[in-house]
């Protein structure tokens, strides 16, 4: 039996303040602490909601910590696994994150302890040509973010199952950041073919259309554009966890997702499998800054996923950004895909019969299945969670669906695949029909 190995321990960092201290012991406990001056100063927070403010001396250990880091990174065994040979660590999250922590979701910064971030006023940045996006593009699926062939001065973390890199935008030009300057855009590949023969060759295009008719509802989400460089097709979104200060500093802002609020492992993601739903989250909007409207606006894109079959709308598709002293609020969507354009019958087809949403809605009996959801369920779920104006909200949504395709159809980009929008559109037109029968 080997000696078992010395404590290692990460500096937490967030726009060049020290936060805490994360660290893992030879036995493989997960401890982590605030540094006494953070819990002082005017901007402290906690890095998750799951873990509060508290004294160093009263680390949070275990599990709760382990499945915050884990959330930090791709959910994709096959990504992690190429981002743990790149680096010669393990697929455990203190060896990735240990390589790739340097521009994570949200705020932090994760630094080898003892080492403080280059200056975080001063954007740093290495122009790159459109060929050259093109090229780290075209390598994504072989290697993370900016490839092992380039000095590792920058290292990326992204949550999620698809494959995404990300850059900055900087003077006009898409930049690869040095130093501690962030990202500000993630670019997201088309997700091909997937298990079951399913063909999300358009899964960007898709993307940006949901995104758009969502904001033609009133939603909030995050910016995107379509973009191509060379043969690479991208999906572009802007980074809500990042700012310009008024000074010409690149900020990064707090946030979490769901999964990282309720403390989970990002395997429990989906309610089904025990991941938060509906109530849950509700629950815990009741502590917003802005409660009543993040709450309406939850369940307003709980019916407007069903509307559009987005049927991936799990706890990690949900966060909040955390402000000094712990006081949160919801953020704008993301990562939203539509059914529509590979439901069907047989082979690579997804059944209409058979998808099911990531969270429930309930009657006398809890419903997961997108078909056999109606508007009594949208409102009895929403008469338990005390969110008022429930009829109403439908409503609005209904009333609303004929201008929103107008509009979004209008904008549609020259060369937008005909097929995925008359998918989309007619089947959020049917869905508007439903609610309205009642």
């Known amino acids: 039996m080997g000696r078992p190995r010395a404590s290692t321990a990460l500096g937490l960092w967030m726009n060049g303040q020290h936060v805490g201290r994360w660290a893992v ?3 493989g406990e997960h401890r982590l602490s605030y540094a006494p001056a953070w819990i002082d100063a005017p901007l402290g927070r906690p890095v998750s909601l799951s873990m509060p403010l508290r004294p160093a001396d009263a680390p949070y250990t275990g599990e709760v910590v382990r499945n915050f880091f884990e959330n930090l990174l791709p959910d994709n065994t096959a990504i992690r696994q190429r981002i743990a040979r790149q680096f010669g660590t393990t697929t455990e999250a203190f060896g990735l994150l240990a390589e790739i922590g340097r521009d994570c979701v949200g705020a932090l910064q994760l630094l080898p302890e003892g080492q403080t971030p280059d200056d975080t006023a001063a954007v740093r940045a290495e122009p790159l040509s459109d060929a050259q996006v093109e090229a780290h593009l075209a390598r994504q699926r072989s290697a993370p973010a900016f490839g092992a062939d380039e000095e590792n001065t920058f290292r990326i973390s ?3 199952a698809q494959e995404k890199s990300a850059f900055l935008w900087h003077d006009g030009a898409w930049c690869r950041p040095l130093g501690s300057t962030p990202t500000t855009h993630i670019f997201k590949l088309p997700l091909g073919q997937v298990p079951g023969g399913i063909d999300l060759s ?3 295009e898709n993307e940006w259309l949901c995104l758009r008719l969502l904001a033609a509802f009133g939603v909030p989400v995050a910016e995107s554009q379509l973009l191509r460089f060379g043969q690479q097709r991208v999906l572009s979104v802007t980074r809500f966890d ?8 690149w900020l990064r802002l707090p946030q979490e997702d769901f999964a990282q609020v309720f403390g989970i492992d990002p395997n429990l993601k989906y309610e089904s499998h025990g991941g938060p739903g509906v109530r849950d989250i509700l629950d815990r909007l009741l502590g917003s800054t802005q409660a009543a409207t993040d ?3 939850f369940f307003r894109s709980q019916v407007l996923f069903w509307m559009l079959a987005a049927i991936d709308g799990h706890a990690k598709n949900f966060s909040v950004f955390i402000e000094p002293r712990g006081r949160y609020r919801l953020t704008p969507r993301y990562d939203v895909l539509s059914a529509y354009p590979v439901m069907g019958h047989g082979a690579g087809r997804l059944s209409p019969h058979k998808i099911k949403m990531a969270m429930a809605v309930w009657g006398r009996n809890r419903h997961y299945r997108w078909s056999e959801m109606r508007r009594a369920h949208f409102e009895q779920t929403a008469t338990d969670c005390r969110v008022p104006d429930a009829a109403a909200i439908i409503d609005t949504l ?6 929103a395709i107008a509009d979004v159809s209008a904008a549609l980009p020259k060369g937008f ?11 959020l037109a049917r869905a508007a029909q439903t609610l309205a029968a009642g």
């Open 398 to 403: 209904v009333a609303r669906t004929p201008q």
């Open 295 to 297: 709450r309406a606006d």
């Open 25 to 27: 012991s030879a036995r």
């Open 417 to 427: 695949p005909p097929a995925l929008a008359e998918a989309v559109f007619d089947g």
């Open 242 to 249: 990042r700012r310009r200060s008024a000074q010409g500093r």
């Open 202 to 204: 358009t899964s960007v």
């Open 158 to 160: 992204l949550a999620g």
